[in-house]
């Protein structure tokens, strides 16, 4: 059964760059029909989803945090990254990585599984 | 974006009762629709797709109906394992967009 797991600093100053790292275990980030990305939660708060990559080709973003978002795939080492740069303590929540079904999947863009989630607070 | 409205915010309820909790779109979205179950310390997991789809291994006491604007999901008898918080997410559009939750306690 696919595993996600996110790992990252769980501190980051503001201003500088959030960089976080989802591994796949036990299926392959190349099987075509699924993207890969990152939803995030602020504590006690709902789901923001902040974008997902096809293969290494295509990228989508939420317009609200695209000037300051960049996910990217490593196949070679079946991960797939987060970086989200000048971050506030508006960023301060708890970061998911999933696997997202495809448009054509009768499950259109719909996530499943998700990583356990990491905590990434941002504080000077 | 496409605004998703969940009520209500929090229900309280028994168990062996069955509950409905209702999300409504800003646009049409078709059956584009998932629910997922979240509890507490925990990732989200998927219940429901495409608006009525069971995905594999969901007790068949949940399910989900609707189209265009507006979908329930349903628990027709409550088990002690269904307090939670239930989020519904559109797939219409990007950007994916989540309903606020409804937050299921035990009365």
């Known amino acids: 059964q696919l595993q996600l797991q996110e790992s990252g600093p769980g501190l980051v100053k503001p201003s500088e760059t959030l960089s976080l790292t989802c591994s796949v275990s036990d299926g392959s980030i190349s099987s075509s029909g699924y993207y890969w990305g990152w939803i995030r939660q602020p504590p006690g708060k709902g789901l923001e989803w902040i974008g997902s990559?096809?293969?290494?080709?295509?990228?989508y973003y939420n317009p609200s945090l695209k000037s300051r978002v960049t996910i990217s795939v490593d196949t070679s080492k079946n991960q797939f990254s987060l970086k989200l740069n000048s971050v506030t303590a508006a960023d301060t929540a708890v970061y998911y990585c999933?696997?997202?079904?495809?448009?054509?999947?009768?499950?259109?863009?719909?996530?499943?599984?998700w990583g356990q989630g990491t905590l990434v607070t941002v504080s000077s | 974006d496409i605004q998703m409205t969940q009520s209500p915010p929090s229900l309280s309820a028994s168990l062996g009762d069955r509950v409905t909790i209702t999300c409504r779109a800003s646009?049409?979205?078709?059956?584009?629709l998932s629910w997922y179950q979240q509890k507490p310390g925990k990732a989200p997991k998927l219940l429901i797709y495409?608006?009525?789809s069971l995905q594999s291994g969901v007790p068949s006491r949940f399910s989900g109906t609707g189209s265009g604007t507006d979908f329930t999901l349903t628990i027709s008898s409550l088990q002690p394992e269904d307090f939670a918080t239930y989020y519904c997410q559109q797939s219409y559009s990007i950007p994916i967009t989540f309903g606020q939750g409804t937050r299921l306690e035990i009365k």
């Open positions: 990559i096809y293969y290494s080709e295509s990228t």
């Open positions: 646009q049409s979205i078709s059956t584009y």
């Open positions: 999933a696997r997202h079904f495809s448009y054509s999947s009768s499950c259109r863009l719909c996530v499943d599984p």
């Open positions: 495409a608006a009525s």
